[in-house]
């Protein structure tokens, strides 16, 4: 666990926790007395408190009472729609879409998504996200957001057929500019948005794009079982397979929600060459009435499952740490087995698997030498956290993301003992309530998009 020795002093050195750490086989276990040390933002060594005390470091954090984990990973979402909380509650999905979110959206200025995803990302700074995947509109806009708040982010720029080739070639353009922006904090991809609003040849062309240029796709599909079913009766194909006749499975996808999965797309999915990565946004399907995604059957697969939140219009909030409660507690229900998914197992879908779901794998996930210093610390301390019997249980089941005390991300603390470092929220709610009303205005008629799934 320790690598060669350096010399200076450290930048950070986190000292006294119980650290949440994989093994040789990736199941998830815990050290206690541990000591992070960071160097560049890379973790340049796990040891114990001992063996660090005579270290000289920039900065230190006695994290005694707390866990520390990989921060955590937001697997899809669309940040600036923070800005829409709450703005349409307990409809279908086609009223909600048809008669609220895309009449709305029509209305975006890119100040609007600017301050959406600033408040986004202090929202989930305090939650204990350090990345997230973004698919959304002005992204731009979000990637210079992302390189101000200190956050590492996967960012796409969505578009649909509607728009006409200019729409993949912005996306596309967007792709290759911004990527390893931000410090190399920013990856980006293509975003086409579903198979429903993007036709197969606008989604074998990205195919063509993504293959070319080495780029990840992120997309809509199989949202929900009713989308199969409109997608059987008009195509004659499943949203997986359309994905698969149009070679998008024969390079890297991250598939969003994916509740729509049936049996005959299992070995679709099988037969993919490229690396499948699905992302699961378990509240949002309980708002909407879907089934959850088919975390079992993907895991069989060996397709990793992130955790995500979606948008904060359709979920109302973006708390991963609901997720992964709810993703174990609904598997559980779903497949009648107490068994599954355990709390272990919930830990390693928001770790490692969230990392993998989204391509970076190789660098964040774990608590380990060499990957790039994205933690948090949890605080255990609480009447509602104690006693600790199984660790993995508390901070499942018991702990929330209001526990999180510190966020890093590449060695730079953005949060510190509950206190945001580089947002400023009272100026971005005072500035969006102003924006509002000319926001949330309907009477238009226009509509950015027609939901017909």
Not at 85 to 91: M, P, Q, Y
Not at 183 to 196: E, F, K, N, S
Not at 307 to 331: F, H, I, K
Request: glycine share 10%; net charge negative; charged share 20%.
């Amino acid at each position: 666990m320790t690598a060669p020795a350096a010399s200076g002093p450290a930048d950070l050195i986190i000292m006294g926790c119980t650290a949440l750490v994989h093994d040789s086989a990736e199941r998830v276990g815990f050290a206690t007395d541990t000591a992070i040390v960071v160097r560049d933002g890379v973790i340049a060594d796990v040891t114990t408190t001992g063996a660090v005390a005579h270290l000289e470091a920039v900065e230190r954090v006695d994290a005694r009472g707390q866990a520390a984990l990989p921060g955590l990973v937001n697997c899809h979402t669309h940040s600036p729609m923070v800005a829409l909380r709450g703005i349409a509650e307990d409809l279908p999905v086609e009223e909600w879409f048809n008669d609220y979110v895309w009449p709305i959206e029509s209305n975006l200025q890119e100040r609007d998504v600017e301050l959406g995803a600033r408040l986004a990302c202090a929202e989930m700074i305090r939650g204990g996200v350090t990345t997230f995947a973004d698919h959304y509109f002005a992204m731009d806009t979000v990637a210079d957001v992302v390189a101000g708040t200190g956050l590492r982010a996967s960012l796409g720029q969505a578009y649909f057929s509607s728009q006409g080739p200019e729409g993949r070639e912005a996306s596309l353009d967007f792709a290759l500019r911004r990527a390893g922006s931000a410090d190399g904090r920013v990856t980006t991809c293509l975003a086409p948005h579903a198979p429903y609003t993007v036709d197969e040849a606008d989604l074998a062309a990205t195919a063509e794009l993504a293959r070319e240029h080495g780029l990840l796709v992120h997309l809509h599909a199989a949202e929900s079982r009713a989308q199969t079913e409109h997608s059987i009766e008009r195509h004659g194909a499943t949203p997986i397979e359309i994905l698969h006749r149009a070679g998008l499975l024969d390079v890297d996808v991250l598939i969003a929600h994916g509740t729509g999965i049936v049996e005959r797309d299992l070995p679709v999915l099988a037969g993919a060459t490229g690396r499948v990565g699905v992302a699961s946004a378990p509240r949002g399907y309980l708002k909407f009435a879907w089934d959850p995604t088919p975390v079992r059957a993907l895991a069989d697969l060996g397709i990793p499952v992130g955790l995500a939140t979606d948008g904060a219009a359709s979920n109302n909030s973006l708390d991963v740490w609901e997720a992964m409660a709810l993703t174990a507690l609904v598997q559980k229900s779903t497949t009648g087995d107490p068994r599954w998914l355990t709390s272990r197992q919930a830990l390693h879908h928001a770790t490692l698997q969230s990392a993998r779901a989204v391509g970076l794998g190789d660098a964040i996930g774990s608590i380990a030498v060499g990957r790039r210093a994205d933690l948090i610390l949890v605080d255990l301390t609480g009447p509602h956290t104690q006693p600790v019997h199984d660790l993995a249980a508390t901070l499942v089941h018991s702990a929330r993301s209001g526990d999180v005390r510190t966020t890093v991300v590449d060695g730079r603390v953005l949060m510190r003992d509950r206190e945001l470092l580089t947002v400023d929220v009272a100026a971005v709610v005072a500035e969006l309530g102003e924006r509002m009303p000319a926001l949330v205005e309907r009477g238009h008629g226009k509509r950015i998009q027609e939901y017909d799934g």
